[in-house]
């Protein structure tokens, strides 16, 4: 299910993994992972260490305070990662941070969509460094670009990725986006319901519509690697790289189907309406759990 | 300094490694961790696996709402331990879940330290269940049965692990208590200043009185490791086992001197007495980071 393939805006080229192995890279970009004790964060910097490049954690001093974030930083530096303090709240310190490195990835959660904006401070600090060949900011889902029909609550999220590219590329950094669509461990545990756990049932399921609609389901471990792929891949520069994998791009019917042989059981079915669906959303506030709805 | 070596109350005989490594075990106990996902859970999950035993994880429902939770589970799964799902509120789970094995190794957080007397609820279930070879109720610390002089805010969590003994005892369930003394996470990492952070100073530090209190600091994972070691042994049963590695027994001032040999330079010191830090104890709320002063 997770033989990647993806696809490169503006080309509109299909690659497939098996060739894009054989790009010749020259040496290894140092790369910085900010975020990277979070969710996907902590996916790109063993991706990163992983597939050879030197890599830079940054951490906030009082990241000290969270036990099993210290022993993450600790576990990555036995790894070979280089921890470097620093913090959004102190401006030098990230152009210290930036001065390290060739690249910069950018894993900051927007589950507050408040915090995406803290990136304005780090592009100021890119530029400011000026040694930056590659500025990956906090994206991984849908392609904003692309959300403009987006409702509330979710679409601020997509306007604040968009204010953030709008700064990228004023200042003329050098980017990749990624679209990584859905994370599957959010997506796929509960077969797309938005309830809040992560477990699938074993008695019934909703299904959006007739559940025939397709989505693209995309392993985070999947999503590391590839992201990691592109920093030192010229043909990912100044462009948007998205990650579908064909046999992930699956309809909710296909994925309790899946589910349904896996245990042997056929579940209830029940159903919402898009008119339901957006009864429910209206004066909501987006939990951390839950996406925007297409 | 992780070279350990522990003893065994009441025979108050010292058994190196080496000579436990030739106990005869026969078949290898099935072991029930509750707590799995938790700071020392996960631990003895990852002990009782690699060492052989066939390892049940009980674990809530709501654990799905939790997807780093709902991941370690699946992680575990994948390195062959059975998820069981139960919970301290439904004690027929409880009975369920005991009824699948030899051995009952809970691991429940003593933070908020009314948790531990869930375990009285664990008893029943393991009385009523009738198959456990042996029982470890959730200790890993001091040992309870010599802290009566201990103060509060912390003493509570000593009384309350009191209690759950004397219930085991009552009840004629074979345990063994483990005392772990002071995990090296939340003592060596900030040199045993008990101030919320976890990563030592590079200026400055306080010494306890002069410093020159020997403490015993033990791994996590060691701790973990030797307590797996003693479900199948004969000579634990209804016993009590230190894990006090010679070279782990060093005072504050000790483990100082070590951090400013690592980083090349001496820190500031000052110091607290007695009667300050028992007047910055009064009235306080023992925090999760926070270990009771002998």
Sequence with gaps: MLNLVWDI???????????????????????????????IGKRFVKASLAQGHITYVLHRPEIGFNIDKVQMLIDF???????????????QS????????????????????????????????????????RFLPSEFGMDPSRM???????RDAFDKKMLVRKAVEDAGIPFTYVSAN????????????????????????CLYGDGSVKEIYVDEED????????VDDSRTRNKTVYLRP?????????????????????LE???ISPEELLATMKGKILQPNQACVD
């Design 246 to 266: 064909p046999g992930n791009i699956i309809s909710q019917k296909e994925l309790v189907c899946m589910w349904e042989k896996l245990i042997g059981k056929e």
């Design 9 to 39: 805006e503006y080309k509109v080229q299909l690659l497939q993994i098996s060739t894009f192995k054989h790009t010749t890279m020259a040496v290894k970009s140092k790369v910085l992972v900010i975020g990277g004790t979070g969710y």
């Design 94 to 133: 990230l152009v210290h941070a930036v001065k390290q490195v060739d690249v910069v990835l950018c894993a900051i959660s927007g589950t507050d969509s408040n915090n995406l904006l803290l990136q304005l401070k780090l592009i100021d600090a890119i530029k400011e460094a000026g040694n930056i060949k």
């Design 77 to 91: 530096k036995q790894q070979g990662a280089h921890l470097i303090e620093g913090s959004f709240s102190d401006y």
């Design 182 to 205: 859905c994370f599957a461990g959010y997506f796929v545990g509960n077969l797309s319901q938005l309830t809040g756990s992560f477990i699938p049932p074993r008695d019934k399921v």
């Design 223 to 230: 999503v590391a690697t590839y992201t990691i792929k592109t």
């Design 269 to 271: 079915k029940s159903s």
């Design 148 to 154: 403009g029909h987006a409702l509330e609550p979710g």
